[in-house]
């Protein structure tokens, strides 16, 4: 008896762990403040990597990562900028926190899951600069994909009637 509510507590914690994860991340996305920021490809050879579309999220910061390496951060309201994440100014209301890596800034949302039957179609646009993405960022400076956009409307639009 005392080996079947181990095996129930071992099937039903990771099941609890995942439901609560994704609950969290739904709260994100629909709870932050929307951004709107273009994307490009930077990768010929590789946008497309199994079902994500993976590109290159344009912050309009001039220098991005060049004299920086580890935990960064891109501020931007009021005045858009890259700072250390420890020398974020005191003015700054919306941000987003990151990492520089090899002069390149990440903040884990350089991937967008797309279904493959679609896959060409936005990865053209997405190279001919069509593209942006609707983050939700929290107050915390955590971003969340809320939509791919491409010609300014929702990816589903720009890809309707291929089904």
């Known amino acids: 008896m005392n080996r079947k509510r181990w095996l129930i507590v071992a099937l039903v914690l990771p099941i609890l762990a995942l439901a609560g994860s994704a609950y969290l ?3 994100q996305r629909n709870s932050g403040v929307a951004v709107t920021l ?9 946008l497309l990597s199994g079902h994500y579309l993976i590109y ?10 060049d004299k920086q390496q580890g935990q960064a951060s891109v501020c931007l309201r009021p005045q858009r900028g890259l700072y250390p994440t420890d020398e ?11 990492r520089c890596d090899n002069g390149v800034f990440s903040a884990g949302i ?17 190279r001919d600069q069509q593209g942006e993405l609707v983050l939700a960022v929290d107050m915390q400076g955590n ?21």
């Open 56 to 65: 290159r999220v344009d912050y309009g910061v001039e220098a991005v990562c």
């Open 110 to 126: 350089e991937r967008f899951y797309i279904p493959e039957a679609y896959a060409q179609v936005l990865e053209a646009k997405v």
């Open 38 to 46: 273009p994307i490009s490809g930077f990768d010929p050879r590789d």
């Open 143 to 163: 971003a969340a994909i809320r939509d791919l956009l491409i010609g300014g409307k929702p990816w589903k639009a720009a890809v309707d009637g291929l089904d």
């Open 25 to 27: 991340k739904s709260v």
């Open 88 to 98: 974020l100014p005191p003015d700054c209301t919306l941000f987003i926190h990151g």
